[in-house]
């Protein structure tokens, strides 16, 4: 069964990470932790109730100091998630000193002990004692205390996890909640995470005792194994009913809806956020300066310009730049690019220059792809046609 929970938190890391957008590079940690607490259960099946000896060998130490990395990788996805920013500081290495130490600890095992003495070692262990695994000549500490990092570690990020989101949302518990979403995801991953990994603490430590004094005892009843690894299928389970962010949406401080409503062939089918979820107001100020920026150029001109080109070459993820129009702008991003265009041909229109040229010349300099759209958007921006405009003049 262990097994077989295992391998549904692979196939729903391999979901995560093959949907992982630039815009949302949080999903790369989520990956890692999904694949650690799961390659983790895997160890504890092959350790405590495998009679394969090649999978007692191959699980008994090799991968705990990967397992180690379980609190950081959660550590630094809700910290991603939370500020919106995947990137690593050059104090995030210090995440590693666990798992280094758990390394150093086992390098004797790793590279002075044969396969076959490994065999022969996990034979004994199926054969006559559990508590066999831990006798596997450390170099730093014993076995015991190698097992209870790992566990005393997970714990330890859980709660500096726990006080990175209540800082976060302590504003919301006071009024109306903005980013609901993102927190009953958060709500529940932490929650499973508490029941899982403080059952395997428990665990853990009753067999140490059992087996320090009472070594015959093999397996003690399995009831906290039965929690965590429960714990850990939820996990699992859990991304399917969030599906936002199983296939990667960024930032999830509010929610996206499809708009079905006809568009430009040449436009990006604009998402239209509830009111429920909003971005601070603070960041749309900051999404504001980097619009205005990146059009003094005027890029809305091309008439292969779409909302997604815009977001790729501006550096912001489009449910951000569509929040922004129809949240903070009133007005969908496909108004607001004609409205641009015709702004364009207005002031074209009043240079004298250009008064021989025709609206089909001044259209296409405009970036629309027919003169139909252009009226359109003239008349819609202007409350006339560009005929009635130049007469005007």
């Not at 140490?208 to 699992?236: D, E, K, Q």
């Not at 949406?249 to 979820?277: C, G, H, M, Q």
């Not at 265009?341 to 970036?367: C, R």
Request: proline share 4%; net charge positive.
């Amino acid at each position: 069964m262990q097994v077989y929970i295992s391998l549904l938190g692979l196939l729903v890391s391999f979901l995560v990470l093959i949907n992982i957008k630039t815009s949302n590079k949080a999903n790369i940690y989520l990956v890692f932790f999904l694949f650690l607490i799961n390659l983790f259960n895997v160890m504890n099946y092959s350790t405590m109730f495998s009679n394969n000896k090649y999978l007692v060998a191959t699980f008994i130490v090799h991968f705990m100091p990967v397992v180690v990395l379980t609190g950081p990788s959660l550590y630094l996805y809700v910290r991603s998630l939370l500020t919106d920013d995947a990137s690593l500081q050059k104090k995030d290495w210090f995440h590693l000193l666990p798992s280094l130490l758990i390394f150093i600890n086992n390098i004797r095992y790793y590279f002075t002990v044969p396969f076959i003495q490994k065999l022969q070692l996990a034979e004994q262990i199926i054969l006559h004692d559990r508590s066999l695994m831990l006798q596997f000549n450390p170099t730093l500490f014993s076995g015991e205390v190698s097992y209870m990092i790992r566990s005393g570690a997970a714990i330890t990020y859980m709660i500096v996890c726990t006080i990175l989101i209540y800082r976060h949302f302590k504003e919301d518990f006071r009024s109306k909640f903005q980013n609901i979403l993102i927190f009953r995801w958060l709500v529940l991953l932490m929650t499973f995470n508490y029941v899982m990994n403080i059952s395997i603490l428990y665990y853990v430590s009753k067999l140490l005792y059992y087996w320090r004094h009472t070594p015959a005892v093999t397996v003690i009843p399995p009831s906290a194994l039965i929690f965590g690894v429960g714990s850990v299928t939820l996990i699992n389970l859990t991304l399917f009913f969030f599906p936002s962010i199983l296939y990667g949406l960024p930032r999830l401080d509010y929610y996206i809806l499809n708009n079905k409503s006809e568009v430009d062939s040449n436009t990006f089918n604009d998402a239209v956020p509830t009111k429920e979820f909003e971005i601070s107001d603070q960041k749309l100020i900051l999404i504001g300066k980097k619009v205005g920026e990146y059009c003094v150029e005027k890029p809305y001109l091309q008439s292969s310009f779409t909302l997604a080109k815009m977001s790729k070459e501006v550096g912001i993820p489009v449910h951000h730049l569509s929040y922004y129009f129809n949240e903070y702008l009133h007005i969908d991003f496909s108004t607001w690019k004609n409205n641009a265009k015709v702004d364009f041909v207005v002031e074209l229109m009043k240079n004298p220059s250009n008064q021989f040229l025709t609206l089909d010349a001044l259209s296409k300099q405009a970036g629309f792809v027919s003169r139909s759209t252009f009226v359109n958007a003239f008349k819609q921006r202007m409350k006339q046609t560009p005929s009635e405009f130049i007469n005007s003049l």
